[in-house]
Structures are given as structure tokens and as C-alpha cells.
């Protein structure tokens, strides 16, 4: 509830004058680069005191933005404790699952053929 929020708070509406209710009430632009994540997509964070040679960025997910833990790059992220339990913890240094990475051009797979398709006909 929380991180969907924030997402209201930094979305432009027509009825504010195309300013998010962030920049209405502050009168400054919002930051939206910390908004990198999905909820509950599948991610890497650091484990300082991670001894060798285990590694040190072990996997987790990402729950939200962790407004009240250190820098505004702090997330709140579920992972999994040696005992098998759900542990919820903020880190700030995050990397993406390589593997789970949105492709540029996810939502539409067939965008060449869309964008030849748009274009202006040949005068012969």
C-alpha cells in the first residue's frame, strides 16, 4: 500500500496541471530514479558481513522503498534467512537479477514488425 502511494504521489494528473500532487505540495520536481524496481521482482542485495568464500550479494525481492532507513536508494527487501524463515531487510546496495531483466521491448516482442507496418507508404 505504501510503495503504491508513492507511485500516485509521483504521477502527473491532468487535474493538478499535469504536476504530480509530490511537486504541488514540495514545488519541486520529484526524483523518480529510485523507482527501478518491480514489486516483488527478483533481485540482488549486498551482505556485508558475508565471510569468504560465501558470496556476498545473495537473492532476494524487492518490497518497497524504505523511506525511514537510511538514503532514498534504501529498499525493503524479503529473503530468506539460513533457517528457511522470510526475513524482511533494507539495503541500499541493490544490483538487478541479470536473468529477470525487462528487455527494452518486452511488452511489444514484435515491435520491427509494428514499426514498418506504421510507416508511410512508398511514392512510386
Avoid at 518491480?38 to 556485508?48: A, D, F, G, R, T
Avoid at 539460513?82 to 537479477?97: A, C, F, Q, Y
Avoid at 531483466?101 to 508511410?120: G, H, K, L, M
Amino acid at each position: 500500500m505504501e510503495l503504491a502511494t508513492e507511485y500516485l504521489n509521483h504521477i502527473a494528473t491532468k487535474k493538478l496541471g499535469w504536476k504530480t500532487p509530490h511537486e504541488c505540495h514540495f514545488g519541486e520536481t520529484p526524483d523518480h530514479s529510485f523507482f527501478c524496481f518491480l514489486v516483488n521482482e527478483k533481485m540482488y542485495y549486498l551482505e556485508p558481513n558475508a565471510s569468504f568464500p560465501k558470496p556476498n550479494m545473495l537473492p532476494g525481492r524487492f518490497l518497497g522503498i524504505a523511506r525511514t532507513t537510511g538514503d532514498i536508494f534504501t529498499f525493503y527487501i524479503l529473503t530468506k534467512s539460513e533457517k528457511g524463515r522470510d526475513v524482511i531487510l533494507t539495503r541500499s546496495v541493490v544490483r538487478k537479477h541479470l536473468q529477470d531483466a525487462p528487455q527494452a521491448f518486452a511488452v511489444y516482442p514484435d515491435w520491427e514488425e509494428r514499426a514498418e507496418e506504421s510507416t508511410i507508404a512508398k511514392v512510386d
